[in-house]
């Protein structure tokens, strides 16, 4: 178990140190120097020098790269050179939004798709599974974004159901519902289909084993062959997959949070790369790579609780 | 009537196909097979002559491809075949149990044994706490160690032998009145095999069940057997008493596995002696008897004839048959 976490930690450091050298190398190679075009066409070369010193980028790239992870083991993200406050007070005061976008997506569509990929499994080549098949496809072929745009015309302009823009009121609960109701849908509808779809197979998978036929041959109800002998070993590669779709999760949700202009990290990382104010970049991006190493960590821990094979290996 | 309650299984007739990508394979033709009441009924035959699949069809759990196409499978006095899905759940783990092959893979990976012995438990009227002790008793019978403790851990945590006394214990648990044991000892090393063989039999004397045991090893077949089947490519060729077919087999088939000396047979044969020769297609059949290719005795009428059963000793009470050309005469 301890040489587990101690393995999970230090993979997670590789990928957060491999995301931020990336992230470095690709803010150089975009054109144009960022203390200029954060000044605008008037800047005098003396007010981009002192800039470029504030931001650290007059110095080479491994330097700044250091010094990045160096103010970060003090629990310092830098400062937004636009309104001068903690990165790591925009961030932190972004990520609630995100979360929430994420979380109400990703459960949504576990409690849509893994009882239908069942119900799918145990009513093998009817019309229902059929049927839902065509539509799981269709479902996680749909890009987040294109949703994201049609719902926003249907459910909001058109049927003017649910608000077309921003979080909502902050502490009216409901009036935050409403507004998250279409951003979720937009990034949770191709889950439901892939979750479906993946339940389906992982459980027509077990359902055919032999310790299956053995609780039968036992006269076992059915009930609990399904629900408590199959489902938790079919659940397993969801668990595994939704871990790791977190990267996905995240990048759906900046498309989203654009088109309903939704406050949130992806939300942050554009306005932020589109004025070019690369401590906010930075901070932002690190913290969506620290929620993907410790999702994908979770969903392992999840598996390890479910199968004991796991947790022995651990 | 009397004659079906004489029995508690009743086969006739039973033929079986599967479908595959080269059509159907015949799996099993026209097995008939009685399991008389408190007797324990051995099986023998090659790997893939069927015996397994015989299993399915007494438990009605066959692969998706397989199909019945003939025949009755009579179970105290019903059949089977044509029972409703409510009555068939209610016999089995009550009325027979079973053993399967492949001890490894016939436990839940994922619950601990207490768990899945109790839930197995879910018609007894009994606490928990009750049903737990039963399944503490019932493994301490078949030799685990430590049997309550060991309740709380999962199947990967047993060795292969381990399950498979587990797996016995399980069946053994629902005190049937058929027990079926597909290989049940083929993990166990020689003692183990003996313990467990003595407990089928003292569990038989006490509860008066009857056995459907299948194995490979011919000297646990003599030892446990009253009566003994000898399949061949999903036929039976022989069966009769242990005592007669062990003595003086019949079938060239039966013979050619006794060859050795019938007195060492316990020692010696563990797994099945091997025949030159290979198995027919079970897709494309000869037209005649379906050993000839491999048989030593074998006549020209062999090649274009199916045998028919025939008993080899007439009136005698426990009746020895063999479905071979060479004994019509
Ligand atoms: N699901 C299936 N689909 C197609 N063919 C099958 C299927 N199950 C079994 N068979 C075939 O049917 C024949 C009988 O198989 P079966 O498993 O009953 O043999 P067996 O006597 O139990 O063998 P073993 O001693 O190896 O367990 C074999 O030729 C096998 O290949
Ligand atoms: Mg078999």
């Given at each position: 178990m301890f040489i587990y976490l101690l393995k999970r930690v230090s993979l997670g450091l590789v990928i957060v140190v491999f995301a931020v050298t990336l992230l470095f190398c690709m803010i150089h190679l975009v054109p144009g120097d960022p203390a200029r075009i954060l000044l605008g066409p008037r800047a005098t070369p003396e007010m981009i020098a002192h800039l470029s010193a504030q931001m650290g980028l007059d110095q080479p790239m491994a330097m700044q790269i250091l010094k990045f992870f160096g103010n970060l083991l003090r629990g310092d993200l830098g400062m937004d050179v636009i309104t001068n406050r903690p990165v790591a007070e925009i961030v932190f005061g972004q990520l609630p939004y995100t979360l929430w976008l994420i979380g109400s997506a990703i459960v949504g569509a576990m409690l849509i798709g893994i009882p239908l990929g069942c119900y799918s499994a145990l009513h093998r080549n009817t019309w229902f599974d059929r049927f839902s098949g065509i539509i799981s496809v269709a479902c996680i072929t749909a890009p987040a974004f294109v949703v994201a745009l049609y719902s926003l015309l249907i459910f909001a302009v058109w049927l003017k159901w649910f608000p077309a823009v921003g979080a909502g009121e902050p502490g009216d609960f409901f009036d935050q519902i409403s507004h998250l109701v279409l951003p979720a849908i937009a990034i949770g509808i191709s889950w439901v289909g892939y979750l479906s779809r993946l339940v389906r197979a992982s459980m027509l998978e077990v359902m055919g084993e032999n310790h299956i036929r053995t609780a039968r041959a036992y006269g076992l109800p059915e009930n609990t062959v399904v629900y408590q002998y199959a489902l938790k070993l079919a659940v397993l590669p969801t668990v595994t997959v939704i871990g790791v779709g977190m990267g996905f999760l995240l990048s759906a949700a900046l498309f989203t949070e654009i088109v309903f202009s939704r406050p949130g990290i992806g939300k942050l990382i554009f306005d932020s790369i589109t004025t070019r104010n690369y401590p906010v970049v930075m901070g932002s991006v690190l913290v969506s790579t620290i929620i993907f190493v410790i999702s994908t960590a979770v969903s392992d821990l999840i598996n390890a609780w479910l199968d004991p094979r796991i947790r022995n290996s651990l | 009537m009397s004659k079906a309650t004489d029995n508690v299984l009743s086969i006739r007739n039973l033929s079986i196909d599967y479908a595959t990508q080269e059509g159907s394979l015949k799996a099993l033709r026209n097995v008939d097979l009685d399991i008389p009441k408190g007797q324990i009924v051995g099986v023998v035959g090659e790997s893939g002559c069927g015996k397994s699949t015989l299993i399915s069809s007494i438990i009605q759990l066959m692969a998706n491809n397989a199909k019945t196409t003939s025949g009755t499978v009579f179970f105290e006095g019903e059949d089977l075949l044509t029972m409703s899905p409510t009555k068939l759940k209610s016999l089995r783990g009550q009325r027979m149990s079973i053993v399967f092959q492949d001890p490894m893979s016939t436990l839940n990976p994922v619950l601990t044994i207490g768990k899945q012995m109790v839930d197995i438990q879910y018609r007894d009227k009994r606490s928990k706490s009750q049903k737990r002790q039963r399944s503490a008793d019932m493994l301490a019978q078949v030799g685990i160690p430590d049997p309550a403790s060991r309740l709380n851990q999962y199947p990967h945590e047993f060795s292969g032998g381990m399950q498979q006394r587990i797996s016995i214990a399980m069946a053994l648990q629902a005190q049937p009145a058929l027990l079926i044991a597909d290989?049940?000892?083929?993990?166990?090393?020689a003692t183990l095999e003996v313990q467990i063989i003595d407990m089928l039999k003292e569990l038989q004397s006490s509860i008066g069940c009857s056995i459907l045991f299948i194995s490979h090893h011919l000297g646990v077949i003599a030892e446990l057997c009253n009566q003994v089947v000898v399949m061949y490519a999903g036929e039976i060729v022989e069966q009769g008493p242990v005592s007669r077919v062990f003595k003086s087999p019949k079938h060239p088939y039966t013979q050619k596995l006794l060859e050795c000396d019938p007195a060492s047979i316990a020692k010696k044969t563990r797994n099945l002696p091997t025949i030159e020769g290979e198995i027919p297609n079970l897709s494309d059949l000869p037209a005649g008897c379906i050993f000839t290719s491999r048989c030593h005795k074998k006549t020209a009428q062999c090649e274009e004839l199916k045998p028919k059963r025939h008993a080899v000793t007439q009136g005698a009470t426990e009746k020895h048959f063999v479905t071979c050309h060479l004994e019509s005469l």
């Open positions: - | 290989e049940p000892t083929t993990a166990l090393d």
